[in-house]
């Protein structure tokens, strides 16, 4: 079955720490950018950050550059968010999304560019 599964989502207090994991079944991460996404109550749904198939480059939100870091482990057909100083503006549901028509982000930023692949998302609550 091919599938992205979501998990490390939870309740947090603002200035914590999260590391939100992404894993693929049935098809191999290697070839395909991911990006993770966000939505919140009642907006829209915003890019977090992205990582490139080749070469492995990045692209972050201006909300949450410095604080939030992506990587990926092809060995374990992860990718990884992991989101420090998190603040309660960061409460969303948390997306990640694959996609192998392009292999760098640039396609998929801000683009509109669908993506193949979506997990059913995790929740990040920030809040004292």
């Known amino acids: 079955q091919v599938q992205l599964v979501e998990s490390g989502g939870g309740l947090v207090q603002p200035g914590g720490s999260l590391r939100l994991s992404c894993v693929a079944s049935?098809?191999?991460?290697?070839?395909?950018?991911i990006t993770w996404f966000r939505q919140a109550p009642g907006k829209e749904r915003e890019g977090v950050s992205c990582?490139?198939?080749?070469?492995?480059?990045?692209h972050y939100a201006e909300g949450v550059k410095g604080r939030f870091t992506i990587s990926r482990d092809n060995a374990k057909n992860t990718v990884y968010l992991q989101m420090n100083n998190l603040k309660p503006e960061d409460t969303a549901v948390y997306y990640c999304?694959?996609?192998?028509?392009?292999?760098?982000?640039?396609?998929?930023?801000?683009?509109?560019?669908?993506?193949?692949?979506w997990g059913q998302g995790t929740q990040v609550t920030v809040s004292s």
């Open positions: 049935g098809f191999t991460l290697d070839f395909y950018v």
């Open positions: 999304a694959a996609d192998s028509s392009y292999s760098s982000c640039y396609y998929y930023w801000d683009t509109g560019t669908k993506y193949g692949y």
């Open positions: 990582i490139s198939a080749s070469h492995g480059n990045t």
